[in-house]
């Protein structure tokens, strides 16, 4: 999910440190007062300790199990004092990784040991997005009173029902999707509730969702101004409990009362609605999407390409540029909320977006980058700007997910094929590229991260759908190169967080998602220069995928990460050009001049200066101007100050 989460830190741990409780006592006593008696929710010690970091930069956060398992003793213990009887689940979302198959101890320990903290206790533990079948078997052999799997997305967790009917704990079973917004066959989740219960006793099975619901909006209510078909195909979080709770009354009793009857075959009318509607079908994308083989053709060879770009362009060895976004001050979110209320017209909206871009040139411009960029001013979110453009993919009016702390995204909701009617980025480049003689990257969001920060039909293989995205993308690439814009970035941010948890089924992935940024940059002729970014710093495991990709130069995150993965494309033999960012555009602090020029030098070890660019690390959005000019000038100035050193240009 599109889900990101502070990482902790482990150094020493206090052992005189009391547990704090007290965040959840007042959660429960509140639920409590409402007349409901809550379970309650933590990360469990595994998982706590697979997604962490050691402070030392070792990878052996499990030195700290003893030291974490007795904090969580700790804490069931403070937390059993609660109540006569107290639920605690434990989300050990790690035993659904290939990591878990190595975990076997460890979950035996843990969870004897948690299990036994009070005896008013009853503990569950849940995994979920793929199977959990190693930790599953290891599981049934603890105290632990039930274990939640997800039947969704971990078909292949029925393989293990006959070691949880023997160990004669509960079930609870993950079949209503909690990660997408369509809407259940209620009969095909019948039916597979009828399959686990010809292996687990009914009495022992719980009916809930795959996962927590936090990663779909609220609720559908609210939502006015939705196309009313496309409304009735969906269910968000308070809908998800309706159809729990009708799937269980069904499940369990066997016969609905005429209330409940009618809403079930409700939901068989907007199943046969969904899959025979006109809105699905494009018949020009099926056409396409016929020949799609011929449009995952590759360029040719990288090394004739980047001769014709250098003549080209004729940039120096250490090129300056940025990776898109530029600050979203109040002026600039204030000018596009007024006209998405329609409190100015589209002529003013122009006027003042096209004041921004110039003021974003001329900064550029001031403190001397090379390669520019127009600032992406027009742009809410990078996926939220292209699905508003795009055929096929439809929008709620308050269907926000928690992203990140308080920061929320409201993803694209692609219900049927994917075209471009039109342009989407051509009027801003045009006239971002009138402005200035130098370079004005095109910047574009990839097809793969389209897909994935997105809830994704689920009536064909991804894959199709990322195909019919990448194909837009590719109409697009065209229509820029053909307007003069020589450079144009395609950024794949979520490329790595689309893989799935399990090894096996990554090949099937990296496939089609490699071929989808094929397919989008296949059209660009050689002298078109093609760029991509990706977010995040752990791509040691998937270098190859990313030099398939063929992008002529590849910016990526290392400020925070020292040059480890540089060294990872160096031992790989990388050939294409890469910019890995000089300083942290996540912290407000303005890196000096000298530190951005030992950071330049400790690139060179790594690699030639000629395959080197020289960037921050992502965009500039969250950024202001105060901080963001001097960083840049900054930045420029180092090269500068390295080039004279080394003889360059």
């Known amino acids: 999910t599109n889900y990101h989460y502070l990482v902790p830190l482990l150094d020493r741990i206090d052992e005189g440190r009391s547990i704090d409780a007290s965040h959840f006592a007042a959660a429960y006593h509140l639920a409590k007062s409402e007349e409901i008696t809550p379970k309650i929710n933590l990360v469990g010690p595994l998982t706590f300790l697979a997604n962490a970091k050691c402070s030392d930069g070792s990878d052996e956060t499990f030195a700290y199990y003893e030291r974490v398992v007795a904090r969580y003793e700790a804490l069931l213990l403070a937390l059993s004092k609660l109540d006569d009887r107290v639920t605690i689940q434990c989300d050990e979302p790690i035993f659904a990784t290939d990591r878990a198959e190595g975990l076997g101890l460890l979950i035996k320990d843990a969870y004897t040991r948690l299990c036994r903290v009070a005896p008013n206790l009853t503990l569950h533990v849940v995994s979920y997005f793929d199977h959990a079948s190693e930790a599953t078997k290891v599981l049934c052999t603890t105290p632990v009173a039930g274990i939640g799997l997800d039947f969704v997305y971990g078909i292949e967790n029925l393989q293990t029902l006959e070691t949880i009917a023997q160990s004669g704990k509960q079930l609870i079973a993950g079949v209503i999707d909690g990660r997408n917004i369509w809407i259940s066959d209620l009969d095909a989740k019948l039916s597979l509730l009828e399959r686990i219960a010809e292996v687990v006793p009914k009495e022992r099975i719980v009916v809930s969702s795959s996962c927590s619901l936090q990663h779909l909006p609220y609720s559908l209510r609210f939502e006015e101004k939705m196309d009313a078909q496309i409304k009735q195909w969906l269910t968000f979080a308070l809908e998800r409990l309706e159809e729990i709770a009708l799937l269980s009354r069904h499940f369990f009793d066997g016969v609905l009362d005429a209330k409940a009857q009618a809403r079930w075959e409700e939901n068989r009318r907007a199943n046969e609605a969904r899959k025979n509607s006109s809105q699905i079908r494009n018949d020009a994308v099926q056409a396409r999407m016929q020949e799609i083989e011929r449009y995952k053709k590759a360029r ?145 969001t990839g097809a793969v991260t389209i897909l994935n920060w997105s809830f994704v039909r689920d009536d064909q293989p991804r894959a199709e759908t990322c195909y019919q995205i990448a194909l837009a993308i590719r109409d697009e690439i065209d229509d820029l190169q053909k307007a003069g814009i020589g450079m144009i970035q395609v950024d794949e941010a979520a490329f790595k967080e689309g893989y799935p948890l399990r090894r096996e089924k990554r090949e099937a992935y990296e496939r089609f998602a490699l071929e989808s940024f094929r397919i989008s940059t296949g059209v660009a002729e050689d002298e078109t220069q093609i760029h991509t970014h990706m977010c995040y710093s752990e791509f040691d495991d998937i270098i190859e995928t990313i030099e398939a990709m063929d992008a002529d130069v590849i910016s990526i995150e290392t400020a925070r990460s020292g040059n480890t993965l540089l060294k990872v494309f160096k031992q790989k033999g990388y050939r294409q050009e890469i910019g890995p960012g000089v300083y942290d555009i996540h912290s407000p602090r303005i890196p000096s001049i000298e530190e951005i020029e030992a950071q330049i030098e400790a690139l060179l070890e790594v690699l030639p200066a000629r395959q080197l660019w020289i960037n921050p690390d992502c965009g500039l959005k969250t950024r202001r101007e105060e901080e963001v000019k001097p960083a840049l000038r900054h930045m420029v100035e180092a090269v500068r100050r390295v080039r004279q050193k080394h003889g360059i240009g």
């Open 300 to 444: 040719t060879p990288f090394e004739k390409r980047i001769n014709k770009q250098h003549e080209r362009f004729g940039y120096l060895p250490l090129c300056t540029t940025t990776i898109g976004s530029f600050p979203q001050s109040d002026a600039v979110r204030q000018t596009r909320r007024a006209y998405k209320n329609g409190e100015i017209d589209e002529a003013t909206y122009i006027e003042r977006i096209k004041g921004f871009i110039r003021d974003c040139v001329a900064l550029q411009e001031e403190v001397g980058l090379e390669v520019l960029v127009h600032g992406e001013f027009e742009r809410n979110d990078m996926v939220e700007y292209f699905g508003e453009q795009l055929d096929g993919v439809a929008f709620s009016q308050n269907g926000w997910v928690q992203s990140y702390g308080s920061r929320c995204v409201k993803p694209p909701i692609i219900y049927g094929d994917v075209s471009r009617p039109a342009p989407m980025t051509l009027f801003w480049s045009r006239y971002a590229q009138s402005l200035s003689n130098k370079p004005m990257k095109g910047m574009l």
